[in-house]
């Protein structure tokens, strides 16, 4: 098999996928729903009924109107739907609607199904009986029902009297998950009060599972604006039962959060925090966290999947319970310019840090019910997580910054021979990093544009056209020059500056813009600045004894005098640099490294250099432009007396020559390029007899190249050692020079395919292949392939809403085993108005280099020669698993998603297929699961999924 054909497949899996979408519009379907107005919010609208009945009562000045059948009316925003209906009305205002048989009733944002129901829409008020409801979750932290669960609870009541929109009292009420006529479990109250956002009150609640009472509450209380109080009751898998609550008080100056849990196998934990929000006059920031336990060791049972009390290793360590704390506190203030940071972080137990770390603040029943899939609890007590501390303070001030920084190690009591006591840890100084100086002058201004300009020629903005005139012209000569025969259409400009209006000639007025360029002679500035380090570092043992030490401060300044010239053209830079550093150390075993790095060394700098961009056809279309640099910079050591103990540290001078030079036109769609960079490093000095000539000690010089058509861009590069020593004279030969060529520097020709985004989908798709020059042999060729469209409506389907197709390849023709395949696909489909289905999947290939017998030296023991088009239809014949597991196109993830949107519903059905590794096994497999759920239309509230995951067993 040559590379052709894989090349021809390549192309044809593009076409494959893309082909089905030829001859298809983007016009959306002509059918639209049909919307008739009514004023619903101050009438009563019948939108239908079978027969209806009218009754007077003069004397009472009482109406009543009965509608009977498949009655459906809307009144306030609300919606009402029974097989009977009677509206009552006196003296002709509505006091009462009730409703008979199947009645459902839309009220706000909840849904009543009821045998029947009385409501005076006038006051708001009503009741019904026999009534089935969903209690959405609240928003923010408030949750709804008897007890709360993440999302919603089914309920059924004897009575329902609704007080208003946001509240209502239920009595004989059974609350559960599922919408089932007989669910296995339920909660039961004797009577309910639920008021939205504020209060939740019930009376003798009773937790049902089977036809057996579980628990019993004689009342239930949660005054949720008032406290925000979170509570998560569960049992997890491995830790057993837990009981977590969370406050959290949120003010506009700050927010405090405190947690209370008890654990079944962990023991008890409390948690604290506090956050200030904005300014308190000097306090700019303050948070404090806290965290305690009166802690209980556990150890992870791999045998049987749980944590226990005992060390399965040593008996000593088990059964250990006692106090754990740690806190932290940040904190800054600020006094006029003046700003203070503080740190500090203390704890007793360096075991526990993260222990508490999964808490949680919503209930779900199902962690009760199902503790074997509740599993979220991961810590191992056997290893230590905190061995350092660190506290410190950061003082600022304008320019000038002083810090200082302690650090702590934790040390181990050997007497304490229990390694989980915490009697045996303590953090013992080990490093003081104060005090830490920084201070920085900033640039002060010496010559601050001093410069001379004058105006050297007026431009001219009109029609989209640009012209450049004298100084001294007249532009209303030049204007009527232009239009003095007719002319099409003035485009006007959309400007800053706009002159009046102005009549042609030819009898057209029309706007232009003048402005004038001025010519800049010379220009100069000037300016020093310095900065100042200084820094302490000191070590100590456990003992406090110390071990090492070291100081230094460094002093940089500098001195800037910048010139341009010519407008710009010539431009001149200079600059004086010294720095001045001084290390020591008490400790004698620093003292070499800290002469070599103690001194002074000034330098000179100096840059002269040319640039600009001139052009032609200028303010045209066809405009050209040319632009260039020229420069060279010499960087002289004036002073060095760093590395005294060093055998050769002579004072250095170097020469760079930079240059580049290119053409852009059409927008810049055309483009060329050529920079090169030439620089030599020479000692001075003439004392040292060594390999080095004239004291050339580096030489380099790189080339780069570039040329853009379009969508295709042409590019290569590479620097080559130029340095010239009596054991290897430069020759200038193309063997010798290649010889000279820095590692990683090869010349190597990169050619790029890459076509502009498309709106909708581009076909084409972008191509990057590289060839060494050197080589002269092919390296790499890549092909990228992207399509996505949206809004697509084909005949047989109501839209596709999108599909992306992505495909990748690169071919390494140097190491063939590192050429992979890529291929990612998703799509959203819309079957009709109702159902929309989204998939997802991709495939990867990394073993395309077994497709070809010339790849044999590559191959590794026990490999062989594939087949492409065998491999290929192995890859895709699922089914048939043992051809699937020969075949090299491996899926690496699928995804499936069906979506059917109700009239108050959308219900979710999705597919996963993923793989998984586990890393404590050391296994990898593949992981099927299902997931189906109920989501009210427009909010996040939904009852629990079902979810499944088909884990293999020999896995599970």
Request: hydrophobic content about 35%; overall charge neutral.
């Amino acid at each position: 098999m040559n590379y052709g054909r894989f090349f021809l497949f390549y192309v044809f899996l593009c076409l494959l996928i893309f082909s089905p979408l030829m001859g298809i519009t983007n016009n959306p379907p002509e059918e639209q729903p049909k919307v008739i107005p009514s004023d619903s919010n101050q009438n009563i609208v019948f939108e239908s009924y079978d027969e209806v009945i009218m009754q007077n009562y003069e004397k009472q000045n009482i109406t009543q109107i009965k509608f009977v059948g498949n009655v459906k009316i809307s009144f306030e925003n609300n919606k009402l739907k029974a097989r009977t209906v009677i509206i009552t009305s006196t003296s002709n205002k509505i006091t009462d609607i009730s409703a008979y048989d199947k009645v459902e009733f839309h009220y706000g944002s909840d849904i009543y199904l009821a045998d029947f129901m009385s409501f005076n829409p006038s006051t708001k008020k009503g009741f019904l009986k026999n009534v089935r409801s969903f209690v959405k979750s609240g928003d923010g932290s408030s949750q709804a029902g008897p007890i709360s669960t993440t999302r919603g609870w089914f309920y059924r009541a004897k009575k329902a009297t609704i007080l208003s929109d946001k509240r209502v009292v239920l009595e004989d009420v059974h609350f559960t998950f599922t919408p089932a006529e007989y669910p296995y479990y339920y909660f039961y109250a004797q009577r309910l009060w639920y008021f939205k956002g504020d209060l939740i009150f019930a009376l003798n609640n009773t937790y049902t599972v089977g036809g057996a009472n579980f628990l019993y509450f004689p009342f239930f209380l949660r005054w949720e604006r008032a406290t925000g109080i979170k509570t998560a009751f569960g049992q997890e898998k491995r830790i057993g039962w837990y009981l977590m609550n969370t406050l959290n008080i949120d003010t506009p100056e700050g927010s405090y959060i405190v947690g209370l849990d008890l654990y079944e196998k962990l023991g008890q934990y409390l948690t604290t925090s506090y956050t200030l929000r904005k300014p308190f006059g000097t306090i700019q920031s303050f948070s404090i966290n806290f965290q305690g336990a009166n802690d209980i060791r556990t150890f992870y049972d791999t045998a049987n999947d749980r944590y226990t009390h005992i060390d399965p290793n040593n008996s000593q360590y088990s059964n250990i319970q006692q106090l754990s704390w740690q806190y932290t506190v940040n904190m800054g203030l600020k006094f006029n310019d003046i700003t203070l940071d503080l740190f500090w972080e203390d704890l007793n137990d360096p075991f526990f840090v993260s222990k508490y770390r999964y808490r949680r603040n919503q209930f779900d029943v199902k962690e009760v019910l199902q503790p074997f899939n509740n599993q979220f609890f991961l810590h191992n007590d056997q290893n230590i997580e905190k061995t350092y501390i660190e506290r410190g303070f950061n003082l600022k001030s304008n320019n000038l910054g002083i810090s200082g920084k302690w650090g702590y190690i934790l040390t181990a009591n050997p007497e304490v021979s229990n390694i989980y006591l915490n009697e045996r840890y303590k953090y013992k100084l080990t490093n003081i990093q104060f005090p830490h100086i920084d201070y920085n002058t900033g640039n002060i201004d010496i010559l601050k544009d001093i410069s001379y300009t004058f105006p050297s020629s007026k431009k001219i903005e009109v029609s989209n056209q640009t012209y450049e005139i004298p100084i001294e012209a007249d532009e209303n000569k030049f204007i009527d020059s232009l239009y003095s025969k007719p002319k099409s259409e003035i485009t006007n400009l959309p400007d800053t500056i706009t002159e009046p209006g102005k009549e042609t000639p030819s009898n057209k007025t029309i706007s232009y813009r003048i402005s004038t360029n001025n010519y800049e002679l010379y220009s100069f500035s000037s300016y020093i600045n310095a900065n100042f380090i200084y820094r302490s570092y000191e070590y100590v043992d456990t003992n406090s004894i110390p071990t090492s030490d070291l100081y230094y401060h460094i002093e940089n300044g500098s001195y800037a005098f910048n010139g341009e010239f010519l407008n710009k053209l010539l431009y001149w830079n200079n600059s004086v640099n010294f720095e001045n550093s001084k290390y020591w150390s008490s400790f004698s075993k620093e003292y070499t490294n800290n002469i070599n790095q103690s001194g002074l060394v000034i330098n000179l700098g100096s840059t002269l250099g040319l640039r600009s961009t001139p052009s032609i056809f200028t303010g045209s279309f066809w405009q050209i432009n040319f632009p260039y640099t020229i420069s060279h910079g010499i960087n002289y050591q004036v002073y060095n007396s760093k590395g005294a103990f060093l055998v050769a540290n002579p004072l250095e001078t170097s020469h760079t020559t930079s240059a580049s030079w290119g053409f852009n036109l059409l927008n810049n769609n055309i483009n060329y390029s050529l920079s090169a960079n030439h620089q030599m490093r020479f000692r001075q000095t003439n004392n040292v007899d060594d390999n080095y000539i004239n004291n050339m000690i580096g030489r380099t010089l790189s080339v780069d190249t570039g040329l853009s058509l379009f969508w295709i861009k042409f590019s290569t590069g590479t620097s080559l050692d130029l340095l010239e020593t009596k054991d290897r004279p430069l020759i200038w030969t193309f063997d010798e020079l290649t010889n000279r060529i820095l590692p990683g520097h090869n010349p190597k020709l990169t050619v790029t395919f890459a076509p502009s985004p498309a709106e909708l989908y581009q076909p084409m798709p972008s191509f990057t292949y590289v060839y060494d020059i050197l080589k002269k042999t092919n390296e790499s060729f890549s092909i990228n392939s992207t399509y996505s469209i949206k809004d697509v409506y084909p005949p047989f389907l109501y839209k596709i809403e999108s599909l992306n197709f992505t495909t990748s390849l690169r071919w390494d023709f140097l190491s063939p085993r590192s050429t992979i395949f890529n291929m990612s696909f998703s799509t959203i489909i819309w079957l009709d108005r109702y159902w929309r289905m989204a998939f997802a999947t991709s495939v990867v290939n990394s073993r395309i280099y077994r497709y070809f017998e010339e790849n044999k030296p590559y191959f590794s023991s026990g490999e062989y020669y594939v087949d492409f088009w065998q491999n290929l239809l192995d890859s895709i014949n699922i089914f048939d698993y043992e051809a699937l597991k020969r075949g090299f196109f491996k899926i690496q993830d699928l995804h499936f998603d069906l979506t059917h949107y109700l009239n108050e519903w959308e219900m979710h059905i999705q597919f996963n297929l993923s793989r998984r590794v586990d890393n404590t096994r050391m296994v990898a497999y593949w992981e099927p699961s299902i997931r189906i759920e109920f989501i009210l239309s427009g909010t996040s509230d939904q009852f629990p999924p079902y979810e499944k995951k088909f884990v293999p067993e020999q896995y599970q």
